[in-house]
């Protein structure tokens, strides 16, 4: 996910072509200023269309991919890469237009800096969390959790685990065993649809869900397992490790570690703690 003047553009990065696929509905959404998502979705269709019957190559060139859509799940949706959308671009009347080439051109450069130097991916990310408002030690707990995190999908990678539907299967049973609720079921308790739900984790469940991913990664290591199915094991146990941790800890403060609260009410409720 990327940020445009505060709007989420869905991309995903081709590592064999080295190029970023964007949403084009997401694109288009800003180009016309549409926030309904089925009124921009009309709109390609529309636009799609017309520029079928012009003999434009802009369609053609459009590939589909699976993304997160609203409903929370992975449908396949158009995307394009950024010199397909500058054409793209030219057949849309829109104020926005070159802001946006901008910012493509922009997002596409520094990806290729992150790979040369990944320290600059981690300045990034904490600078887009900052914009945000986040808290310093939230956005502290968050990168810990990813370079966590990012450790154990590399072991997954490196023993057999196909990634996405096998990462996301090994992903859900680690956080059910934890919080005793399924990644969509925290989600529906906190009101999500497309949002990453670790970005909406208060401070102690992304230490749980660290802890339980650092448990699973060495618990794996130590049985050296290989494939979804072996891996489901330390998975199971790696999670019951850090819901030990969290019983323990609710027990001791009578307060519970999974919150229905997302980041939007738990800012509003520490500025009412501040006045």
């Not at 288009?28 to 190559?57: M, P, V």
């Not at 956080?175 to 079921?185: G, I, R, Y």
């Not at 397992?225 to 323990?248: C, D, F, H, S, Y």
């Amino acid at each position: 996910m990327a940020i445009f003047e505060g709007r989420n553009v869905r991309r995903i990065w081709d590592d064999k072509k080295e190029l970023w696929y964007f949403s084009v509905i997401d694109i288009i959404a800003i180009l016309t200023d549409q926030a309904n998502y089925n009124r921009a979705k009309t709109y390609w269709t529309t636009l799609k269309n017309r520029l079928k019957n012009e003999g434009s190559q802009v369609v053609t060139n459009c590939d589909r991919l699976k993304m997160l859509a609203q409903d929370g799940k992975m449908r396949e949706t158009d995307v394009a890469d950024t010199e397909t959308l500058f054409r793209l671009i030219q057949s849309v009347p829109s104020k926005k237009a070159e802001p946006i080439k901008l910012w493509l051109a922009k997002v596409g450069y520094e990806r290729i800096e992150e790979i040369n130097d990944p320290e600059k991916a981690l300045n990034r990310s904490r600078g887009y969390w900052q914009k945000m408002g986040r808290d310093p030690k939230w956005i502290q707990q968050r990168m810990m959790g990813q370079e966590i995190r990012n450790k154990l999908t590399d072991y997954w990678k490196d023993n057999e685990v196909r990634e996405k539907e096998e990462y996301a299967i090994l992903t859900n049973i680690i956080h059910q065993e934890w919080s005793d609720l399924t990644v969509k079921e925290h989600k529906g308790l906190k009101k999500l649809k497309r949002e990453n739900l670790r970005d909406h984790m208060s401070d102690a469940e992304l230490i749980f869900t660290a802890l339980a991913e650092l448990s699973t990664r060495q618990i794996a290591e130590t049985m050296k397992t290989k494939g979804l199915e072996e891996n489901k094991i330390p998975a199971k146990k790696g999670g019951q490790v850090a819901k030990n941790a969290r019983l323990e800890l609710e027990q001791k403060t009578g307060k519970k570690v999974v919150s229905g609260r997302n980041f939007k009410q738990m800012s509003e409720q520490k500025k009412i703690k501040k006045k």
